[in-house]
């Protein structure tokens, strides 16, 4: 009892209570129209390179707009900002709910209303964790309420695939568009019951672009923060777009229905849950940059195991088992390369790091899943993802190869921790 009251601790307060929840309905809602979306636009056009482009039109705002992202959130109200971001998304999965519900849904209506909200993801992430120290009264706190608000992001991930295969097998995409829009109507509401001390500070005149260059230049001129850049964006690049292909993988190799597809990116929101609570478990951060190429082998390993045995032996079951390895390792890149480049940024280049951070996780989505859409399209859609399984391997072996004189540049930075 002791353990867990530890564990939840930061729920006491009642602005991060409402955050937390909110945020917990919202983003299953998400997830359910993350999985709807791909299986309409494969169901309508039966194109494997559509599925691509899908990806890459909502994901491209993100490179785009994600270096602006952090410096407009510091300039401007957090808290409208949020509520903005929350209306707009919950509009757009009004209007497609709208166009699918009444049969008007078109490929053009999806590729536009994809652009418009992967614009708003790139504005909601750093506002939404750049807003959280405002709901923790005691600041001991915030670890915790990050650790909370990480693991509600992959039990959503769980759940969201498995509601959304139901509901499709049952009543269709339109309805999962429909739950999402619903799911805003709590956030939106939970955040405007908040009371909040939070005071705006007016905005900063600067030269973004002068600020951006500076930025860049440490992050890129200093090896062991360029070397993690690197790594992660060509993971997310090619190690990611095994969820792009999925539904070719259900209907192609396993003769699936939408549960399948529900049933197998749940199991990979498993792996990512368990990923996550093993690394909350540690106490230390000492030892996480070995964990970044072994998780990085792993991970190109699994996606290499899961796409023959999709082919080969079709059960889905060894496939569940084969992603549940890929979320857990695919966590514990992401994790440990975040928490790697917070440690050892200098403090007032941190938010600057980071959001090259965001571009290289999130930004090269795009480019991943417009290149996932044409391997898929010209060869298969098991080879495509032994391509991108293979590149994780090289990565990781570059990554390996250097690892020696990584260790040594940020030795003064582990000094000044421990």
């Not at 992430?125 to 915030?142: A, C, G, N, V």
Request: net charge positive; proline share 3%.
């Amino acid at each position: 009892m002791k353990y867990i009251k530890q564990t939840f601790r930061s729920l006491k307060y009642r602005n991060f209570r409402l955050f937390f929840f909110g945020q917990g309905i919202s983003l299953t809602g998400t997830w359910i129209q993350r999985i709807a979306l791909p299986w309409l636009i494969y169901d309508i056009s039966g194109s494997i390179m559509l599925l691509g482009i899908t990806g890459f039109i909502a994901q491209i705002p993100t490179f785009i707009f994600s270096p602006f992202a952090g410096v407009i959130v510091d300039r401007y109200n957090k808290f409208k900002i949020l509520l903005l971001v929350q209306i707009i998304s919950m509009t757009q999965a009004s209007l497609l709910a709208f166009l699918v519900l009444g049969n008007y849904a078109q490929i053009w209506h999806i590729l536009i209303l994809s652009a418009v909200l992967g614009t708003v993801s790139s504005f909601e992430m750093p506002i939404r964790q750049s807003f959280m120290i405002h709901l923790i009264e005691d600041k001991d706190d915030l670890f915790n309420a990050i650790s909370l608000h990480t693991s509600l992001v992959n039990i959503a991930r769980l759940i969201g695939p498995v509601l959304a295969g139901i509901i499709i097998g049952f009543k269709g995409e339109g309805i999962c568009f429909l739950v999402n829009a619903i799911s805003f109507i709590f956030i939106i509401i939970f955040l405007l019951m908040m009371k909040l001390e939070y005071k705006h500070q007016k905005p900063i005149i600067a030269n973004i672009i002068k600020e951006l260059k500076q930025g860049f230049k440490y992050t890129f001129g200093f090896l062991p923060i360029r070397n993690i850049i690197i790594l992660l964006a060509a993971i997310s690049l090619t190690g990611m777009k095994y969820a792009v292909l999925m539904p070719t993988f259900v209907k192609d190799y396993f003769g699936g229905e939408p549960h399948t597809y529900g049933f197998l990116m749940g199991a990979d929101g498993l792996g990512a849950i368990l990923g996550a609570v093993y690394l909350a478990s540690r106490n230390s951060i000492k030892g996480i940059v070995k964990f970044i190429p072994i998780a990085s082998t792993i991970l190109g390993f699994a996606m290499i195991l899961f796409s023959l045995s999709s082919k080969y032996l079709q059960f889905p079951i060894i496939a569940a088992f084969t992603l549940v390895i890929i979320g857990m390792s695919m966590v514990f890149v992401i994790t440990c390369t975040n928490t790697f480049l917070q440690t050892v940024s200098d403090e007032d280049k941190r938010g600057r790091v980071m959001s090259f951070y965001t571009m290289a996780f999130m930004g090269t989505a795009p480019l991943g899943s417009l290149l996932a859409g044409f391997l898929g399209d010209t060869f298969t859609a098991s080879t495509a993802v032994i391509i991108g399984g293979t590149a994780c391997l090289l990565m990781a072996i570059w990554f390996i190869y250097n690892l020696k004189t990584f260790k040594k540049m940020i030795m003064p930075a582990y000094k000044k921790m421990f």
